[in-house]
């Protein structure tokens, strides 16, 4: 969601401060502040409403200059989009917070707030925490405790940071479920709530784990726990750089992800697979073990990792043989979930900081499950240091709002886990080093995927001026057209919605007309005359079908049919390469129609809220 960093330094923070805004861009958000602590222990503000280029031209005319500050790019929760309810919020010309999440029970804090005096300039739930914790200043309490005190009052998932102009040496944090990394430097020192934003500064961090507090100084970090007592966490050195955040030279982040797609899948097969036979410690010691005994699979996710997961249902049960059930992770969390014997958890997501996921991923560790196991890809995230099991899918960042590379290899990593399984159930040599020849031409198909770029503009143009749009796929490849739907809407703004194909005639099939693009997903497989049939209802009600096909599918251009052929791939491998192309079209149809591509409106990369 929202993006925080924080830096204490011997030189002015200010142009570190906005330029991690700017590579935290990705998470979405509406509103930027910064504020800094100048020599005369006096807090310089600047915030506005719109992008972090707007803060920074802000700055450019009213400069702020300071070795201690803290900046933010909010996503409105609490309050309108307005310049009173961007961050960071002050309380007394003394204390300056930043914040991620929610505090569920900031109303009846407020009101004891008001009673005391404190007046408020805001409709946020931060400016709370930032008059509490004045308050607890005035008492006579350290920065340190005074942020302790106010946090056990807090309910909710977030994130804090704080600076007192009075004690101008450190800033404090407290990490409640939103995430907090710490970046380590030379006689300085940083935080923020993702890796990107600080890496072009250090490539060394310390991972904040739930509830803990920290006091970051120019020459060191302590970090304690709740009860105030001290804590050592392992400082992570990371081999992302500086380099894979920034786009060049292609005009969108969400265009260079989609490119990188081949070597995202490359990069997740390496050191899983040796003499085509898949790897089970690459999951971890235990991995093999446990796996052996699993017997049924409870697969939880949200957004594009649900559509993951609901593909990988076809693979599990058919290749592996075990029961899967996939559901999204807010659902799952607020009903009564039968857990069968031996049943495995697992949680798909792109940041394994998705805020429903990973508390449904504390409450399975809780019901029953043989174990739990993560598929993500983020290093040090939340769910990896949860999960029992972790499967990386080494996309590298991925900073477009719209998920693709980490679709694709979560897709990969999937087919993975479920041949580690099928080992153990029947799945011969022979036939597993078929299915990981095949895996090892992923990467290549979806290069070939990749050349369709400038047909797929072509074809672009046909619904740049449409409002709705079908998909329609069947087997595997239903969740692949949910997919596509679901990237459509939210890069162009087009309505867009998926089907089975054969639920075309239980109601669909009302919207059908000349102005309905109907896309269909046809690999050659043993569902395709079934498909074909499908696609006739369509062109019967006068639909306009766009058919990505296999050329062995024998689907051809006709009337009311316009036909994009696909490069041959394995059925194992075509819900992997068919989302290449379904990705380019909606980027290009958002091209056309001069859309916001890398953060579309109202939505953010990491959702950390619930």
């Known amino acids: 969601m929202c993006g925080i960093v924080g830096a204490i330094a011997e030189k002015n923070v200010v142009p570190t401060l906005v330029d991690g805004l700017r590579r935290l861009e990705y998470r979405g958000y509406d509103s930027a502040g910064v504020a800094v602590v100048g020599d005369d222990k006096v807090i310089g503000l600047c915030r506005t409403v719109g992008k972090v280029s707007e803060l920074d031209d802000k700055l450019a005319k009213s400069p702020l200059t300071g070795c201690l500050g803290v900046a933010h790019t909010r996503w409105a929760t609490h309050g309108g989009v307005t310049e009173a309810n961007a961050h960071p919020h002050l309380s007394g010309g003394r204390v300056a917070v930043i914040h991620n999440g929610i505090i569920e029970n900031f109303q009846p804090i407020k009101e004891e707030l008001l009673e005391m005096g404190y007046e408020f300039a805001s409709e946020t739930d931060t400016e709370v925490a930032a008059h509490l914790i004045h308050h607890y200043l005035q008492q006579g309490l350290d920065l340190v405790e005074a942020v302790g005190k106010a946090v056990k009052r807090f309910e909710g998932a977030y994130a804090l940071l704080v600076v007192d102009a009075e004690d101008p040496d450190r800033i404090v944090v407290s990490r409640v479920a939103s995430p ?51 804590i050592v966490r392992e400082v992570h050195e990371t081999d992302w750089d500086s380099e894979s955040a920034e786009k060049a030279p292609y005009e969108h982040f969400m265009l260079k992800e989609i490119f990188d797609q081949p070597s995202a899948l490359a990069d997740t097969l390496y050191g899983r697979v040796s003499n085509q036979r898949v790897i089970p410690e690459s999951l971890g010691p235990k991995a093999a073990e446990l796996l052996r005994h699993v017997e049924n699979i409870h697969i939880v996710a949200c957004g594009t990792s649900y559509h993951a997961g609901c593909v990988g249902k076809y693979w599990i049960e058919s ?135 400038d047909q797929l503009r072509g074809v672009a143009a046909d619904f740049a001026d449409k409002n709705h749009t079908l998909f329609l796929g069947r087997g595997p490849m239903w969740p692949i057209a949910m997919e596509g739907a679901l990237k459509l809407k939210e890069i162009s703004y087009i309505h867009a919605e998926a089907y089975a194909a054969g639920e075309l005639k239980h109601g669909p099939l009302a919207l059908i007309d000349d102005e309905m693009p109907v896309v269909v997903v046809a690999p050659n497989n043993e569902l395709l005359d079934k498909l074909k049939s499908n696609m006739q209802v369509v062109r019967a009600r006068g639909g306009q079908l766009y058919v990505f096909a296999d050329a062995e599918t024998g689907i051809k251009n006709e009337d009311g049919m316009k036909v994009i052929l696909m490069p041959h791939a394995d059925r194992l491998i075509a819900p992997i390469v068919y989302t290449v192309p379904l990705q380019l079209l909606a980027y290009h149809v958002a091209v056309l129609r001069g859309t916001d591509i890398d953060q579309p409106r109202n939505l953010a990369k990491s959702v950390t809220v619930e």
Request: aromatic share 4%.
């Open 180 to 230: 907090l990394v710490i970046g380590l430097g030379d006689g300085e020192n940083f935080v923020a709530s993702g890796v990107p934003a600080l890496l072009p500064v250090t490539k060394k961090f310390i991972y904040l784990e739930q509830g803990d507090l920290a006091e970051i100084r120019r020459d060191g970090v302590r970090i304690v726990d709740t009860d105030g007592k001290k």
């Open 319 to 453: 290749i592996a043989g075990v029961p899967c059930q996939v559901e999204i992770a807010s659902e799952y969390r607020y009903r009564h979930c039968v857990v069968p014997p031996k049943t495995l958890f697992v949680t798909l997501s792109q940041s394994g900081e998705t805020a429903d996921t990973l508390e449904a991923l504390r409450l399975a560790k809780e019901s029953g499950y043989i174990g739990t196991m993560t598929i993500c890809n983020s290093p040090h995230s939340s769910m990896e240091r949860e999960s029992d099991l972790v499967m990386l899918t080494q996309a590298g960042p991925e900073i477009g709002v719209a998920s693709t590379k980490a679709f694709t290899t979560q897709l990969l990593s999937i087919l993975l886990v479920t041949l580690m399984m099928a080992r153990h159930r029947g799945l011969t040599a022979k036939r597993e080093q078929e299915f990981v020849a095949n895996l090892t031409h992923a990467a290549a198909a979806s290069d070939l995927a990749l050349k369709m770029s």
